[in-house]
């Protein structure tokens, strides 16, 4: 049993619950962050972020016993938004066309806010159409901040391999935006 302080008061719980509480406090953000990479969808994300802490909670006597619970976590997050997205059906175009998303006021310009979005959007498609073998570790290194160790553990790789894959993905992604930039803009 753990002691627990809940406003002004102790009580005891079993270490269980509260590894798992602290687990979900910690780290739902970054199980949400990996869910979306893989996902691209807020709602869909937020369901596997649910479902990896269901999965958790299913086996959190295992919780004890892991040794750095961020890639534990993470690790699972990418399992179950990985099966979700194998399962999902194909959305289509117009489907995708009435859930895009509006131009809100900001303060931007309005040229320089949708130069902002076209932008965003080129990057989030061209990362999306990298091959999952280059995507995952770049997404998590890049996006997720997550160091070449906690990468390698979460893809169950080598730290070589993820520099390499890293690496080779922001090698594409730049040659694939100048070649975007030069036919679009000319530059």
Known sequence: MATELVIGETR????NNSDLEFAVRQHARLVYRVAY?????????EDATQETFVRVLRYRRKLVGVRNPRTWLAR???????ERRNKASKVSFEDLEAAAPQICSRALPADEAVLELEMGGHVDKLIAALPGKLRDPLTLSAVEEMSPADVAEVLGINEAAVRSRVFRARQILRE???SVLEGKYGI
């Open 12 to 15: 005891d719980v079993p270490a």
């Open 37 to 45: 990479s893989v996902l691209r969808n807020h709602h869909d994300a």
């Open 76 to 82: 699972i997050g990418l399992r179950v938004a990985l």
């Open 176 to 178: 694939k935006l100048s």
